[in-house]
């Protein structure tokens, strides 16, 4: 979260991260309503001195044997007009802090420029087909392993059944990736998929995100939208050593979203669900190799692919498309034979201290002792679902059946394809 006091001293700079997201925010209004509570903060400081005043002259007063009645009625004069002086202070200190919470993160100078994302590099050669291709609906309905029927009658729309090889698969996918990732350094982390207020306002889905997230309103959790919900949270109001960062953690989790808004209408297959389930990799890091560890974080999670023979692209995202916690990212996309396009199946980011500053996380400097706070970088390891629509499309093969990728193989007791049974 920024500052007012940062908001006001880069204003320039603070309208530029607006324009260059797309964002409408009445920074002007904002800047009138911090004048005003910073008034009424000095007001509330003038009265309390005041009320101090007063409180040693009745002191005074009575060691001196005098009557100190009119100054008693003068103190309390001066509380009641502290008391509403004060009120009105939090509801200003609550305004502010609703907009500071509402603001985006900065942009890094590496955020390229415009509303278009940059291609960085790509893998792997796109897949030939001298047939018709289906799409993974076609395709999972057809092998009996996708039932979206079954689905609707006994939640709604927007989620699914897996049968068969198909849960199998997504199992197999869920555990392949943790084993990989461990290897890579990563700690596995089984966390709650439900958060409180705090953690979720932590990482930034609150309040921004409020209509896209399922609330638990009788215990006030919040069911996760992604494992670094919670993975961040694991040090929440702590210090941490600056000698044990990098820290690495990776957790799979069910997640849940409401997709409220316009992508929500057109939820096809399962290419946007309201539950689906990921494998998120976070790290803890220094200013200085924050970014460092973001390449690395983005390589690892481009590795799954890579094993699993599915031919993607990363792309730098742009200032319209970057998360609003992120000041730095990527898209990996894998490509999809039926949409004929590459399609985002995980996001990579450094939210450098934004997470860190809402979630009070900080390191000490192992040479002067002196406090930060911490880097906090993101991405999923990779999102099952899309992962699972990939392998559909990408290896299916003109008779209707699908080749399991060999790395998966093990992980489905030696099956080599998923085909009507």
């Known amino acids: 979260m920024l500052s007012a006091r940062w908001i006001r001293n880069n204003l320039d700079e603070a309208k530029e991260i607006l324009e260059r997201r797309g964002l409408q925010l009445d920074l002007d209004k904002f800047l009138s309503l911090d004048d005003e509570r910073r008034d009424f903060i000095q007001k509330c400081d003038e009265l309390k001195h005041k009320q101090n005043l007063y409180s040693k002259k009745i002191g005074k007063s009575r060691g001196e044997a005098k009557d100190p009645q009119n100054l008693i009625k003068e103190m309390q004069g001066v509380s009641a007009e502290m008391a509403r002086y004060e009120s009105k202070r939090k509801d200003l200190e609550k305004e502010s802090r609703n907009f500071l919470l509402n603001f985006p993160n900065k942009l890094h100078s590496g955020v390229p420029r415009g509303n278009k994302n940059v291609e960085e590099r790509r893998w792997g050669k796109l897949p030939q087909f001298e047939f018709p291709v289906k799409d993974h609906q076609q395709l999972g309905e057809s092998l009996g392993i996708l039932d979206f029927k079954s689905a609707a009658r006994m939640t709604g729309r927007g989620f699914v059944v897996y049968k068969g090889l198909g849960a199998r698969l997504e199992r197999a996918l869920i555990?392949?990736?943790l084993d990989l990732h461990i290897t890579q350094g990563y700690e596995e982390i089984l966390p709650p998929f439900m958060t409180n207020a705090a953690a979720t306002l932590g990482t930034g889905q609150l309040p921004k995100f409020r209509e896209e997230i399922y609330k638990c309103e009788r215990d006030d959790y919040y069911l996760v939208p992604t494992a670094e919900v919670p993975l961040v949270n694991l040090h929440r109001e702590e210090i941490l050593a600056e000698e044990a960062l990098p820290l690495s953690y990776v957790g799979y989790s069910p997640c849940f979203r409401r997709e409220a808004g316009a992508y929500g209408k057109k939820i096809q297959g399962i290419i946007r669900q309201h539950q689906f389930n990921k494998v998120e990799l976070v790290k803890f890091?220094?200013?200085?190799?924050?970014?460092?560890?973001?390449?690395?974080?983005?390589l690892e999670a481009e590795e799954v692919l890579k094993r699993l023979g599915l031919s993607y692209r990363v792309m730098k995202l742009c200032g319209e498309e970057i998360g609003f916690s992120a000041a730095f990212g990527c898209d990996i996309e894998?490509?999809?034979p039926?949409?004929?396009?590459?399609?985002e199946i995980s996001t990579c980011s450094n939210c450098e201290d934004f997470q860190a500053r809402r979630a009070s996380i900080k390191f000490r400097d192992k040479e002067n002792k002196s406090t930060h706070y911490v880097h906090t970088l993101n991405g999923s390891g990779l999102a099952i679902g899309r992962t699972v629509v990939a392998i559909l499309e990408n290896f299916q093969q003109e008779n209707g059946r699908v080749l399991i990728p060999e790395v998966l193989r093990p992980y489905m007791q030696g099956e080599k394809w998923i085909e009507k049974s």
């Open 285 to 298: 890091a220094t200013p200085q190799t924050s970014y460092e560890e973001l390449e690395k974080l983005t």
């Open 175 to 177: 555990n392949f990736m």
């Open 338 to 343: 039926s949409q004929e396009r590459f399609v």
């Open 334 to 336: 894998v490509w999809l």
